[in-house]
Each structure stands twice: as C-alpha cells, then as structure tokens.
C-alpha cells in the first residue's frame, strides 16, 4: 500500500526508489501517495519482480528492499519463491559493491531459506544490518505484529565485484 517506500523516500530524497507490486489496485494506492506527497524520487512498476529486473544496468542498486513477498508456503510451491539462487545471482550483478539487500518475512522456513542461500552464495556476507524502521510501517509488518506473530529480518552485504554467483 506504500507505506514503507513513501516514508522511506521522505526520509532518504537524495536517493531514487523503484517499487514492485503485482497489484494494480496496489500500485494505484500507492502512485497516489506519491503525488500527494510530492514526491519525485520514487517510481512505481506494476508487475513480476523477476520482469522488472531487467530494467537495470549492471551494479546500478545501491539497496534492495524485500519485504513480505508471498511466501508459497507450501512445499509444493516453494519453487516460486522470488529470493531463490537463480534470482539471487541477477540481484549480484545489479547490485554496486558493497551494496546491499534487506528481506523481511513471516515465515520463519522462507527466512531460514534466505539465510542459507545468502550464506552460502560467494558474493554476499550476512550483515549487521538493523531494519530500516520505515519497515514497520508497512501494512504486513503492522499486521503480523498486532497478531502476535513474528517476524523475521536479515541483512547481507556484496562483498566482491567480481562473482560468478556458484555457491561456496
């Protein structure tokens, strides 16, 4: 709904932000906040993730924001998650070095999932990383908190610029 991109692009103008959402009634909601804002760094792309990822050159992204996608939890289904190491290996290569990605999810099997592939991959380093707090106003994140439900968050850090992306 556009929570956490318009009060991070209050808080960082100096930076541009491109948003995903699958949703257009989303997208609309949140293309509305935007305006009223006034807001001139942020864009607003309706559609798949792995669709708009080739929008971007090569270690173009300083950040990368995944926050609560759908986490297919059922075993079956865990082959559509986005964060997979097929996925993880194109954010390498449009990630600037020493850039980094944020996820955050409800399911503790898709963050352990993260975890692992992160851990493993050569090119990132797991990072101390705390949440942005604009993370917390999102609609899932005030959702599951108010239902008592945990969330889980990880951090990681590009540590090489050249990277094959082949786990360690």
Not at 16 to 30: A, D, M, Q, S, V
Not at 83 to 105: R, S, W
């Amino acid at each position: 709904n556009g929570h956490f991109i318009t009060e991070y692009a209050l808080k960082n103008n100096e930076s541009y932000l491109f948003g995903i959402e699958t949703k257009k009634k989303r997208c609309l909601k949140i293309f509305k906040k935007v305006k009223r804002l006034n807001l001139n760094n942020v864009l607003i792309y309706q559609g798949y993730a792995e669709k708009a990822l080739n929008l971007f050159p090569p270690s173009s992204i300083e950040k990368i924001h995944i926050y609560f996608p759908d986490p297919w939890p059922k075993t079956k289904h865990r082959r559509r998650r986005f964060l997979k190491n097929q996925n993880l290996n194109i954010l390498n290569q449009l990630l600037k070095l020493n850039g980094h990605i944020f996820f955050a999810t409800d399911v503790f099997d898709y963050y352990f999932q993260v975890k692992l592939l992160l851990i493993l991959h050569p090119c990132f380093e797991i990072a101390k990383e705390s949440p942005p707090e604009e993370l917390y106003t999102s609609v899932f994140s005030k959702k599951f908190h108010e239902g008592g439900l945990n969330t889980y968050f990880i951090s990681a850090e590009k540590i090489m610029s050249e990277c094959n992306g082949t786990n360690k």
